[in-house]
């Protein structure tokens, strides 16, 4: 048996306080002034623990309220009441919800799974991720001693080309060259946001973290410093067109690298791997409507790695602005499939992977695995407030927070995750995420349930006709 994958959680209190969904209004006038009032007997002793920020100028008792209503319920007189809180009603967009930012709040800062104690209440599907039923038929009967016991589940994926066959002389000995591989135990890895404020901490983070997690943090050429070269085992520098330098350093010292797709790449990597032979290359390319085209052409001609990138609402660019990212991976893994290429290279996506649960559909629509960008800011405490991108101060002060404290929250934040990709596993009775890949007959997808059952139901039958109705 493998070792056991192990993410080292701890927790990790934020340097701010968090934003409540509820505040509580609290009035003095009228109070009947009871031997014991109704504030004493917080389950979460929020009354007692509220203190006074002076950073944020805020009562942080909306961030130890759990909305249990109890003190409202109990007050005699009804003085204490909860209504929402407006700073929370600012978070966050229609994608990027108020919800999803919280969570991830919570996530980094205990490496829990979120629990909501009460079921869930919003609607069974949406746009997205969210029109993905997946198959959780074997939670009825789980294993014998669950999913961290002795069963175990495997998350580990191979970054790296595959050969399609393999052949051997008379004396049984390898007559085909042998691609480089590399494992990562986590299908996530860590791309640096394209917004947010003082990236060289941001960038330093990410790697301390790629480190513990064992996997790579994609961080631009010119972002690498000093301080990041003794981290460049887990690192994966992205070289923008036209930049690469063969007599580059840092190319002796890092595993992976990751070019930007343009005319003349099978060039450049014939040349890079003349001279670093066993150095992956993963290769860039915008989710356009030439991305499945563009995928299938750069695997014919031996691209080890492909890195399908959406944007920060998982939607494709240019004329592929309204495919959602799951069906861009759709696309491209049946292209592949059907050109007998799919098993030989490694299918990455990232944009708009905001969630665990993203990270499992993701794969299941035909990726290896994600990379992570957003949840990164996120986990630091960022609000996705957008002052960065309007040159104001930065809230929580990114710059401020020390690696260790930011990286351990990162992983902290991945710590979750993979607790959930293992429960999804399990609960589909599946032993290893390689072979979730492109799995769609454990899933359901809304629109070709809508499309192909309901829409039916629902057809006139053929030769009916529609009678008008009288208005008299």
Known sequence: ??????????????????????????????????????????????????????RSLTDTIDSLCKNCFRCVQGCPRELITKAMNPEYNLLGDSYWTKEIITTTWYQAETGRIPVSGAGYGG???????????????????????????????????????????????????????VFPLVEIPLPVLLTEPDIGVNKS????????????LET????????????????????????????????????????????????????????????????LVSIALPATGQ????????????????????????????????????????EVHLRLVKAVLRDA???????????AEHVAKAILCGVDCVAVDLPILLALECRLCSHCQEGDDCPVDLGGIHERRGSQRLVNLMGAWNNQLLEVLGAMGLREVRR???????AMFAEDLEREIFAPLFKAPPGSETLERDPN
């Not at 409540?20 to 979460?44: A, I, M, Q």
């Not at 290279?345 to 969630?355: D, E, F, Q, R, Y």
């Open 1 to 54: 048996m493998p070792k056991k994958y192990h993410i080292p959680v701890r927790q990790v209190p934020p340097r701010f306080k968090a934003v409540g969904k509820g505040t509580v209004l609290d009035w003095g006038e009228g109070c009947l002034r009871c031997t014991r009032c109704v504030k004493e007997t917080c389950p979460y002793e929020a009354f007692r623990n509220r203190t006074f920020d002076d």
């Open 216 to 279: 790579f943090a994609i961080i631009p050429r010119e972002g690498l410093t000093s301080a990041l070269l003794p981290l460049a085992q887990h690192l994966m520098p992205q070289y923008s067109p036209g930049s690469l330098n063969l007599d580059d350093p840092v190319l002796g010292s890092v595993r992976i690298i990751e070019l930007w797709d343009h005319a003349n790449i099978t060039a450049d990597i014939d040349r890079l791997k003349g001279r670093w032979p066993n150095l």
């Open 436 to 442: 979730l890949r492109g799995e769609v007959g454990r």
């Open 291 to 330: 991305a499945t085209e563009r995928c299938e052409a750069l695997a014919g001609a031996g691209a080890e790695i492909l890195h399908l990138k959406a944007d920060n609402h998982a939607q494709g660019f240019a004329e592929a602005r309204d495919k959602h990212l799951k069906d861009l991976i759709r």
């Open 123 to 177: 609607p069974f599907k949406g746009p997205g991720f969210d029109s993905i039923w997946t198959d959780m038929s074997e939670i009825v009967r789980p294993t014998r001693d669950g999913i961290h016991g002795r069963e175990y589940i495997s998350t580990t994926v191979d970054l790296g080309r595959k050969p399609l066959f393999l052949a051997f002389n008379a004396a049984g000995e390898l007559t085909m060259p």
């Open 345 to 355: 290279v490694t299918l990455v996506a990232s944009g708009g992977i905001a969630m």
């Open 201 to 212: 901490k941001v960038r330093l983070i990410m790697a301390q973290a790629a480190q513990i």
